[in-house]
């Protein structure tokens, strides 16, 4: 009887899919379980597992994008039964003791589920709830290997999500088989890993070892049994490493799930492994000088004498996550950018006045930030519109300050929260944002550090940005771009000084800020500024 396969539903939101990969070929016979074949949505990569045992008819070819519920391919159990069945009587004719030892050792190798459900227990992990916005992650790093002996709630892989990076505990103790490599991106509830608990994973391995003239046919039965259906097919980090060094997939035995070559694997390979052995079994012909003609045509391709090579890289869930937003906010909002200039003199004085004090007494340095966030918080207050928000036909006016710090970290732009900042002094503002860089750049914030801003302060100057227009961080309706603090002429009382100035801007959504509400807000942060009594004398 022929079973049908379909494009299993994915995810709410992907209609279609394109057939990646064919880890097997027309005709194949495949078991329950095996993997046949990957899937590829515009969010993550999918593994397609075979749904009965039998002879395997591929329908779509691979590149092909199929919708949801369309026919992928067939598996004919009838056709795998009459194959099997005649060897075996013959191999138990002649030898009734070795012949299922043989075959028996090959099976739990690449199901381990029958193997250990007389002795054991198979955990399947999944991909947990980490946040109600965030619908996929990405697998960072593992930090064991597959085959590992793992304990319960030990630490077995990082996740990486567009907000922040969690780890994932073991569920139980026992032998890890991991499914999905690093690099994968995977949605929540996604299977990542299996553990075989109790004795079910070592029973497999006694049953070849106690004949050994037969352990060694058992053992190379079982490693192409293993490596069958995704041997030499690297993961997407592992790809992305054998690219760099120029090595060839099919050179490299890979030691993960089904023959799949692992990051660690390509790490390991060689650039110049393939060649020799390619050179070494051409050696005895007297052919082998016909073959390097043949070559001949390549070494005159690279005639630039810089390099021309090329990578390409998967974009990180972060990365893709502040594409999706960026593109969203411009077009979606009305973002106009207004622009003025603050002397920083008078800021710079008193810092440079009271900062040793200052750190002696809080223990913290006295930084710009500080000063330009209590300055907005005592702007926002007279412009409420700017600390206001779109909810539909709806403004959200919000009466206290959450201002969003933008903090630059290896991967990527993230925006904590300081809550209340109308509330702290300048020592708590300080504090709190070199609490919350430090989680930032140790990548620990967590989601609820991240949302609820009314409000961003974002600061190029660091990275030497003279005048930039900052994107809105949605569903915030203005954002402050700082800018770094150059020596300029400027005209004082009818005389020409030089004097450290910073170019500021705003951007802001028009929808629900107007050119003159904007315009006064960016003059009345500039005011503060430049006359910081202002912040104690609440004028």
Not at 174 to 201: D, H
Not at 442 to 463: A, S, Y
């Amino acid at each position: 009887m022929a079973v049908e396969m379909k494009i299993p539903p994915v995810g709410e939101s992907i209609t279609e899919v394109t057939v990646g990969t064919w880890y097997k070929k027309e005709g194949d016979t495949v078991k329950m379980d095996e993997v046949i074949c990957g899937l590829e949505s515009d969010k993550a990569t999918f593994e397609l597992n075979a749904e009965a045992d039998g002879v395997l008819h591929i329908l779509a070819q691979e590149g092909d994008v199929l919708p949801i519920g369309a026919s992928i391919c067939s598996i004919d159990g009838n056709g795998s039964a009459p194959t099997a069945a005649p060897a075996a009587p013959a191999e138990q004719k002649e030898e009734p003791a070795p012949a299922p030892k043989a075959e028996a050792a090959p099976a739990p190798a690449t199901e381990a589920v029958p193997a250990s459900s007389s002795a054991g227990e198979v955990i399947e992990m999944k991909v947990p709830a980490v946040g109600e916005s965030v619908t996929e992650v990405t697998i960072a790093s593992w930090s064991k290997k597959d085959g590992d002996q793992v304990a319960l709630d030990e630490v077995l892989c990082e996740l990486e999500s567009d907000k922040a990076t969690f780890e994932l505990p073991a569920e139980a103790a026992g032998t890890l088989r991991i499914v999905a490599e690093a690099g994968a991106t995977l949605p929540i509830g996604a299977l990542i890993a299996k553990i075989e608990t109790s004795a079910g994973a070592s029973k497999p391995a006694v049953a070849p070892a106690t004949g050994s003239p037969a352990a060694e046919p058992a053992q190379q039965a079982a490693a192409t049994n293993q490596n069958g259906y995704a041997a030499n097919h690297p993961s997407p980090a592992a790809a992305k490493i054998l690219d760099e060094k120029g090595v060839l997939a099919q050179a490299v035995q890979g030691s993960g799930v089904g023959g799949r070559i692992t990051k660690e694997d390509a790490m390991k390979a060689q650039p110049g492994v393939a060649q020799p052995a390619a050179a070494e079994a051409p050696a005895s012909k007297p052919a082998a000088p016909a073959a390097k003609p043949a070559s001949a045509p390549q070494p005159a391709t690279p005639a630039p004498a810089g390099s021309r090579n090329q990578r390409t890289e998967r974009m990180t869930s972060l990365r893709r996550t502040i594409a999706r937003r960026l593109v969203s906010v411009k077009n979606e909002t009305a973002m106009l950018t207004t622009f003025n200039e603050v002397d920083m003199k008078p800021v710079m004085d008193l810092r440079n006045k009271y900062k040793d004090k200052f750190k002696e007494k809080h223990g913290v340095g006295l930084g710009f930030m500080s000063f330009f966030a209590k300055a907005v918080c005592a702007a926002l207050k007279e412009f409420p519109a700017v600390n206001a928000q779109i909810d539909g036909d709806n403004i959200i006016f919000n009466d206290f300050c959450d201002i969003s710090i933008a903090v630059s970290t290896e991967r990527g732009l993230v925006v904590p929260v300081i809550r209340n900042a109308e509330q702290m002094s300048f020592a708590g503002i300080e504090k709190e944002i070199v609490r919350l860089a430090g989680l930032a750049r140790d990548n620990k914030l967590t989601i609820d550090q991240m949302t609820g801003g009314t409000f961003t302060i974002t600061n190029g100057g660091t990275f030497g940005s003279m005048l930039s227009t900052p994107i809105i961080n949605a569903p915030q309706s203005a954002i402050l771009g700082m800018h770094n603090i150059v020596e300029r002429p400027v005209v004082v009382n009818g005389e020409i000084v030089v004097r450290p100035i910073m170019y500021v801007a705003l951007s802001y959504d028009h929808r629900i800020i107007d050119g003159k509400e904007s315009v006064s807000f960016l003059v009345r942060v500039k005011q503060i500024l430049e006359d910081p009594a202002r912040l104690l004398l609440e004028m």
